[in-house]
Each structure stands twice: as C-alpha cells, then as structure tokens.
C-alpha cells in the first residue's frame, strides 16, 4: 500500500471517530511530506489537530517509510471550500468573488446543500430626482459558481 493511501485510510478511520470533524484537504508531496488541513462543526482546538497527527503517524512506519507530518486547522483567512464550512459560518459576512468577476459582500443568511445566501445593503440611485437610496438585496448563489469565499474579519 502506498504512503497516500495509508494515510488517507487512517485519517478516515479517525473522522469516523470524530464525526464533528471534517477533511479540508490532505497533500502528499513528492519527497513525503504530508500535509493535512481539517475543520470542525464547531472549530478546531490544538486538541483536534494533536488527535487527528497522532492517528496518522502512530499508523505509520517511520522504518519503512519516511516522512513529515503537519496537521493544522483552516484558518479563519483561507477561503471557504465545502458546504459544511458555510454552514459553521451562517450569520457571518463573507467576500465572495463569482465566476465573471462580480464580488459580493453579505452576510451569510442560509446554507442550502449546494447554494447560500447572502444578503446586503447597496446604495443606489433614485428612481426621481437627485440622490441615492439605500436598499437591501439578497441573492442566492450556487456554490460551484463561487471561486473564492472568505470571511470579513472586523476589528
């Protein structure tokens, strides 16, 4: 069996443990070095990340195969790429950049299972006259035309 799919193997066992918490994304480069980013339902404490490293390299045969394991968690800047990730961020206000270039700022209103929705304020022109007016829109995106999701962090 190769190194990949050992690993992947054991980090499935260890989700299957942990059903709160979820794969991100799982690289193995050329000369074994295996990186693993997870997220969880609720977050990712150093706990989870300890938990999920020690199942992958206590499996693991240093002997028989070398390697180097990093084991961390999405960070609140990496963009957003499953839909379980948008669900543990209902309520909070996104970046979202469309396919065709069009950018979106709203706070995350609902997570369907393949689509969210954001809502917004926007000042526009008035019908009449002179001025703007401010409105509030909502739109609902399908998750595959999102190329990159991230969360506004307010200070």
Known sequence: MFLKDKVES???????ERTDI????????ADNKIEVIIDGDEGISIQDCLQCSRAIENNLDREEEDFALSVYSAGVT?????????KKN??????VFL??????????????????TLTWKERI????GKGKVTVELKEEIEIQNIQKATINIKI
Not at 11 to 16: A, N, R, S, T, W
Not at 90 to 95: A, I, T, V
Request: charged share 35%; with cysteine; net charge positive.
């Open 99 to 116: 396919e065709g270039g069009k950018e979106i700022n709203g706070i995350l209103e609902q997570v369907k299972d393949d689509k969210i």
């Open 10 to 16: 054991l980090i499935e066992k260890f989700l299957q």
């Open 22 to 29: 979820f794969l991100i994304s799982c690289k193995i480069s």
């Open 78 to 86: 990496n963009p957003l790429i499953l839909p379980r990730q948008y």
């Open 90 to 95: 209902l309520g909070r206000e996104l970046k």
């Open 125 to 128: 022109p008035k019908e009449k």
